[in-house]
């Protein structure tokens, strides 16, 4: 240690007694020492710079730092001349270049060995970190502007746009069409959600900075704000309940009522927007024209094929009309084949094979059932079986009349138009004595119009389920087989004989009335007695309808299945060059340009104008409030009133907070202010506040007493944010207090990084000291230390 140091380490306290004007009482000025780190290479070089003109070393030992009075051991002296004054020029380049150079001396602090003492950053060889003082920016500087409150404002409303976009992107679109750009087919409800949430999301971001801006701004004003305002400010911030309360306390008024107004637009709005877009079902009607395949009539001969010596009617059943009566039989759709383009939900009316229903003739037969047949003088019983039930199908020539009767078997029968013959006689009276009803009716083979339903397979179907909606175009000429010829008539008779024909037959029983069945339709039509008729063996219902509708249902089917076999032919033929005999069939066989109406329903999208725009209204609520409410802290009272703008960025963090009241290294308030402050009490007096002021402002004031400068420490410093903020900058923002505090912990625990266990840490509980609940630093940030311990139960503190 040189000798300089020891004088300085030999004064008493008497001449370390700094007065109000920040000198020794010995005359001597208090020096404090100009920030060591710099950031930029300008500043380096400074500090390389005036480091060859000063070398100083501190004395005494205060917060973990050596320190008796700042002396430089070797300078220049007062009288220096110009000579040395250029030389001073060429070793400080930056002397005229920076107007803000900085030309205090650099002070490297010598590191001292003991436990606890002061940390270091390397600057050169033996530099001690001390947190640079930072510049306070202009008012109008647009770094310093309140960017994190802008930005999401401009989010939030930027998303409030891309709401209004959904809905309008949404309106009139069907929903399998529906689409957005990046996130595909998602639907609009969720889209809608899912900017509500970023809107309240990127809100609540914009108001928390801007809650903070606020209360810095107001903090700056004239006169400050009231103190119990650092409470009211954070609490009006803090939801609905806490802001409901600032407001009834008349405190933070402004922050209040845009917490209070934010609240419930963000309650409201998701609600509002998302039900603005709803799902209808859309019905419209699309006119067209298209080519359908389907035989006008079926032709003569098809069917199968007459076999006089087989002892039946027919020898066989064509393939194709074989096909046919399986898919009746089946219940299988009505399938189109080969469309160029299918018409999707298509009605449109085409012609096909069917029946004309003519010369219908009805006559009725008595009948009396006795129930006690076998009993009494009187008794009559019936002579002879009664039939209630019979349907008969039979071919007959179109005209009878008009040809004669023929024999089948004569070759004059087979050039006559035949028809199908239907006779149905059935029990229509429910009483034990009535008349049974015969209806005979001839159907003519015949070219009709069907009005029929496509769906968007292809398939088809009857718009209507009864045959009489069904319109005669012209009749057409099916004749009977002559020995081994091929007929169509015939094969459609047969199909109707073995489908209905059957009988429901009363007969004489033994004591009493039974009745006998043949095929299926005296089962299937019979109905049973009303009450009172008991006996009477009820009654049966017409079959007719039912005939009607399976022959109109396999005349279709025919028409269907003959077309698909001549396109086929015609394929063939053109094939093999024959194209005309192949248009020719063509022609018959497809249906062109026939007139379609396409009934489709669409799900579609529909927005609600009247919530859609209340939405947004609500939506803008919130962060309008913020902005207006930002803009005049920021602009308005800078503007009128003359409020100061913000030089740095602020933050309503702990640290930041309390480096402002108790902070040093330029921090805080002044030291002579602090040791004013600090004096309010008298010693001695006993009053709370002054154990409070000294363990808290009497710990960052550079007071040094003789004696141990390690107890000295231990008893004003430990536990305490003081020597833990000690050199860092007053206008430090919350990360750069943080990284002082992170790097002051890689000095104290030597070069080799941060160790994270002995970072500082903060407990809470009573200080046996004090006997108070409070906030405690352990300084070396041990694992399991202990500076508190935990409140007892109905403890009072």
């Keep these: 240690m040189d000798s300089t140091r020891e004088g300085l380490l030999s004064r008493g306290p008497q001449h370390r007694q700094q007065n109000s004007l920040g000198y020794f009482e010995d005359g001597t000025p208090i020096q404090t020492p100009p920030p060591l780190y710099s950031s ?14 000063h070398n100083y070393r501190p004395a005494g030992h205060l917060g973990g730092i050596n320190f008796a009075g700042w002396q430089p051991l070797s300078s220049v002296p007062d009288g220096e001349d110009q000579g040395d004054q250029e030389q001073q020029a060429k070793e400080n380049p930056f002397r005229d270049q920076d107007p803000s150079f900085d030309d205090r001396p650099v002070y490297n602090l010598e590191i001292s060995n003991k436990p606890g003492s002061s940390y270091t950053r390397e600057n050169g060889p033996d530099g001690v970190y001390v947190s640079k003082l930072r510049p306070w920016s202009s008012r109008w500087n647009m770094k310093h502007l309140p960017w994190k409150s802008l930005v999401p404002l ?36 969720t889209i809608l959600a899912f900017f509500s949430a970023m809107t309240n999301s990127l809100m609540l971001l914009a108001f928390t ?5 606020m209360f810095w701004l107001q903090a700056m004003q004239p006169g400050g704000v009231p103190i119990a305002d ?48 709803s799902v209808q079902t859309y019905e419209f009607s699309v006119n067209g024209t298209i080519d359908l395949p389907i035989m006008r009539s079926v032709t003569d001969g098809w069917g199968g094929r007459f076999n006089e010596n087989s002892g039946n009617d027919m020898a066989s059943f064509d393939e194709g009309f074989s096909q046919a009566i399986r898919d009746f039989q089946a219940k299988a759709p009505i399938h189109i084949p080969g469309l160029g383009q299918p018409c999707e939900n298509c009605s449109f009316t085409v012609n096909g094979f069917g029946f004309d229903v003519m010369n219908c003739t009805e006559k009725t037969t008595p009948y009396h059932i006795f129930e006690r047949w076998n009993m009494g003088p009187d008794f009559f019983k019936l002579d002879k079986n009664a039939t209630f039930y019979e349907v008969y199908i039979s071919f007959r020539l179109e005209y009878p009349s008009q040809h004669g009767s023929y024999d089948k078997w004569d070759w004059r029968y087979s050039i006559i138009p035949m028809g199908i013959e239907t006779s149905i006689l059935r029990k ?29 397979g292809s398939n088809v179907t009857f718009q209507s389920s009864d045959w009489k909606s069904d319109v005669v175009v012209e009749h057409v000429t099916l004749i009977y087989p002559y020995r081994n010829e091929t007929s169509t008539i015939l094969p459609l ?21 039974d009745m006998t069945y043949s095929g299926l339709g005296g089962y299937l039509y019979h109905r049973e007695h009303v009450p009172g008729t008991r006996r009477c063996w009820g009654t049966w219902d017409d079959p007719f309808d039912d005939i009607m509708n399976s022959y109109r249902d396999l005349g279709l089917r025919l028409s269907i299945r003959e077309a698909m076999e001549k396109r086929e032919e015609a394929e063939n033929l053109r094939a093999i060059g024959n194209v005309t005999d192949a248009d020719a069939l063509m022609e018959k066989v497809m249906q062109k340009n026939v007139e379609f109406v396409s009934n ?19 939506s803008f609520i919130g962060p309008l409030a913020t902005l207006i409410l930002l803009l005049w802290q920021w602009w308005g009272r800078a503007m009128f009133m003359g409020s100061p703008g913000l030089g740095r960025t602020f933050s309503m963090s702990p640290l930041e907070i309390a480096n402002a009241f108790f902070g040093d290294g330029g921090g805080g308030v002044p030291v002579a202010r602090r040791t004013t402050m600090s004096t309010s009490y008298p010693p001695g007096s006993g009053s709370e506040s002054t154990s409070k002021a000294d363990s808290s402002l009497t710990a960052v004031e550079m007071e040094v007493d003789q004696g141990d400068y390690q107890n000295l420490n231990q008893q004003q410093h430990t536990h305490t944010l003081a020597p833990i903020l000690k050199g860092c900058s007053s206008n430090s923002s919350a990360s750069q207090i943080v990284k002082h505090i992170r790097r002051r912990t890689i000095a104290m625990n030597g ?20 006997g108070r609940l409070a906030f405690v630093i352990i300084e070396r940030g041990e694992d399991g230390e202990t500076a508190v311990r935990r409140p007892r139960s109905k403890e009072m503190l």
């Design 230 to 277: 650092l409470h009211y400010h954070t609490q009006g911030a803090m939801g609905l309940a806490g802001a409901l309360s600032a407001l009834l306390k008349g405190r933070s008024i402004g922050i209040s009522l845009v917490c209070i107004m934010i609240a419930a637009s963000s309650i409201a709005r998701g609600p509002l927007i998302q039900r603005a877009v």
């Design 493 to 513: 008779g047969l199909f109707a004989k073995n489908l209905f024909e059957s009988r429901a037959m009363l007969y004489e029983g033994s004591g009493d009335h």
């Design 428 to 456: 229509t009276d429910p009483d034990c004595k009535g008349n049974t009803t015969t209806r005979v009716c001839f159907l003519r083979p015949s070219r009709l119009k069907y009005k029929l339903f496509m769906d968007k």
């Design 600 to 618: 489709q329903a669409s799900l579609r999208y529909v927005v609600d104008k009247g919530k859609l725009w209340l939405g947004l209204g609500v």
């Design 40 to 53: 930029s290479f300008q500043d380096d070089a400074r500090d390389r710079a005036s480091n060859q003109q």
């Design 209 to 213: 900075n801007a809650w903070v801006t």
């Design 751 to 770: 070069n080799g990084g941060l160790v994270r266990n002995k970072e500082p840490r903060v407990q809470y509980g009573v200080e046996e000291s004090s």
């Design 154 to 189: 401009v989010l939030c409303f930027t998303s409030i746009g891309a709401s209004l976009y959904t809905a309008y992107r949404a309106e009139n679109r069907p929903v399998k069409d529906w689409s957005f750009p990046i996130v595909g087919n998602v639907q609009p409800p």
